[in-house]
């Protein structure tokens, strides 16, 4: 008996341990600083080319390449820096990120297909180093504006037409981060959130819009009517703290009060002597009245 009492109690300890360390996985995601790349929509390593009216809400960075085409029709709304000090250092940045991202522990393994599923903040990868996105993805903040998301991929993202990522719950784009191995394709008119990076090239698809970034360190980005508008991360304002005013009633002796005001008197032993004052006016008398 106390031999499978002891056995309840390895399990129950080996159970705890293993929510416990779900819950490390959950929490364990740091956001990726993007230095000077955050200034940035678009930057590629190679070209950039665009067909038809693209929108870019953000700067666009270009560097070693210095190709840039389709703008217009396209827009950029934000500033074009293109193989100058600028855009190298953005690349610098991004490089530092990629590793970044590439490094963060621990790593929850999950099927490739994200599409259909849930997710907390944490780290993700899969066993094929691909991910995949069919219909919804829903990445829940749980509250927490501060959630932090990062997929991690030995070699292609790839979304379907028509997909979507969801945000929900306080999640923000700008806190969601996509490492790729190689390249990023985004299906038509698939709806996409979070910072792309890639080693090599990404594609939008036509009508595929990001909130996010698209960054490709070595390789080129290309645009199809897509629109790609660089996240911001909302700032939260305290809740302002109300102090209740507290009315001051001031009460004025009548000529029958008597008001009692006590102050030191210095005296050899600093004793504390009451002084009485009184507010009723003394009868006024005259010793030599009557007298002539």
Not at 44 to 57: C, F, L, Q, R
Not at 186 to 215: D, H, Q
Not at 230 to 239: E, G, I, L, Q, R
């Amino acid at each position: 008996m106390k031999k499978l009492k002891n056995v309840a109690v390895v399990a129950l300890v080996v159970t705890v341990a293993v929510a416990l360390s779900g819950l490390v996985v959950a929490r364990a995601a740091t956001r990726v600083g993007l230095g000077s790349a955050d200034n940035f929509a678009v930057l590629a390593g190679s070209t950039i080319t665009n067909t038809g009216s693209s929108v870019i809400s953000g700067d666009l960075g270009l560097t070693p390449g210095t190709e840039v085409t389709g703008f217009p029709a396209g827009i950029i709304n934000g500033v074009r820096q293109v193989a100058n000090p600028i855009a190298v250092q953005a690349q610098v940045d991004l490089t530092t990120a990629y590793l970044n991202a590439t490094g963060q522990t621990p790593v929850s393994t999950i099927p490739t297909e994200l599409g259909g599923t849930t997710k907390t903040a944490g780290i993700y990868d899969s066993t094929d180093g691909t991910f995949g996105i069919t219909g919804t993805l829903t990445l829940d903040g749980q509250g927490n504006p501060d959630a932090v998301f990062i997929f991690k991929t030995a070699s292609t993202l790839i979304t379907d037409g028509a997909s979507k990522v969801s945000l929900i719950n306080g999640a923000q784009a700008c806190n969601v981060f996509w490492q790729v191995g190689s390249s990023a394709t985004l299906g038509a008119n698939s709806v996409f959130k979070g910072n792309i990076m890639t080693l090599s090239s990404a594609t939008l698809t036509t009508g595929a819009n990001v909130e996010g970034r698209v960054l490709s360190r070595n390789g080129a980005v290309t645009l199809d009517n897509s629109i790609v508008t660089k996240a911001v991360c909302a700032v939260s304002v305290p809740t302002p703290i109300i102090v209740p005013i507290v009315p001051i009633v001031l009460v004025t002796p009548t000529s029958t009060e008597v008001v009692s005001i006590y102050e030191a008197t210095p005296t050899s032993t600093t004793e504390v002597l009451p002084v009485i004052i009184s507010t009723e006016i003394p009868t006024p008398s005259f010793p030599n009245a009557g007298v002539n």
